[in-house]
DNA sequence: CCGAAATGGGACCGATTTGGTACGGTTTGA
DNA sequence: TCAAACCGTACCAAATCGGTCCCATTTCGG
């Protein structure tokens, strides 16, 4: 239902806390009863953030998880690209045009990504570090968000790409 | 993963077809063929779009379905909501904050309320009959679009509200 | 050198959602 | 009266989601 699922949410939670402290080094078990969410799904959450490369992991006794890079650097649309793959609204855009099944309304499907190109520039302009502040009226992050949306409308024929996190 | 599902892809497919000959009344087996989609499929799509109010229907012999308004005023949000209820990212802005079984982190809830309006208002300003023509650099829907989007992140404090259909 | 404290990588499981089918009832036009 | 349509709803298999558990590996510290 144009929703993320529930872990990206505890993920952008997490990652809020470690904003707070950039230097500090967290372990799973403690960010867990920092944010009142059980341990094992922190934990779950964590490895995948190191996957993505949001975070960085440092093994053994005294060990614990610090952010890759500067919290205004990690935008939401990476968080979310982390958690659960590619962002496509549709299977259109994700098998780039291959997985229409019933080959049904391709000529929607141009339109569709353009959509979904919106949303993802949209998303790329949020950072993390913008998440834990009260959003003023004019904050620059989220103003840029309107223009970008309106480029990626304006731009050339739709190339019905999904926005793929390179995982390896 | 921030994404549609199948069935409000057909939906926009299905009110393409409608809307390139507004007057005409349509069975749900003449779209499916049309559209080479399974007919019950195409059947429980249509009486979901209904429900909505997006469509009228005429019971009987020679009945069918048409257009409840002109297809440049049914949105793109409209039809999610229809088939989808609610546009609502996280659990916090659909139970309206009393979701949050871990309390977890209601400071960024009011964040997510901000982006989930955002894309909720661009959604807003698509319409069926933007979707079946290829989109030029300066359609005017799309370039409000952006505009709306910056309006509401410039608005005042948020208010975590899911955008709710109104099926009655 | 050993043990505790951490992460790494899976497997696993119940509950929900999704995608699709089926069927019996009701309305309407010829 | 009969067939063409919609209406409602129940049903089902498959995928996804939310969450837990277990064990291997690494590292620090005494």
Redesign the interface.
Known sequence: ??????ET??A??IL?VMAAEPDERFSASGLAAR???PGPVVSKILKQLVRGGLLRSHRGAKGGYSLARDAGAIS?AEV?MAM?????????IEGGGEACQ????C??S???S??ND??YR??QD?SIK???E??T???PG??N???H???S???S?GQAKAFRFDHG
């Open positions: 239902m144009i929703r993320i699922n529930r949410d505890y952008t939670a809020g944010r009142g969410l939401i979310i659960e793959g590619p962002i496509a609204l549709t299977d259109c019933f080959h049904a309304h000529v929607l141009t339109n569709w353009r959509i919106a949303i949209a998303l949020v913008d998440m834990i009260p959003l009226d004019d904050h989220l103003r968000l309107g223009r949306v309106r480029d409308l304006g731009g024929a």
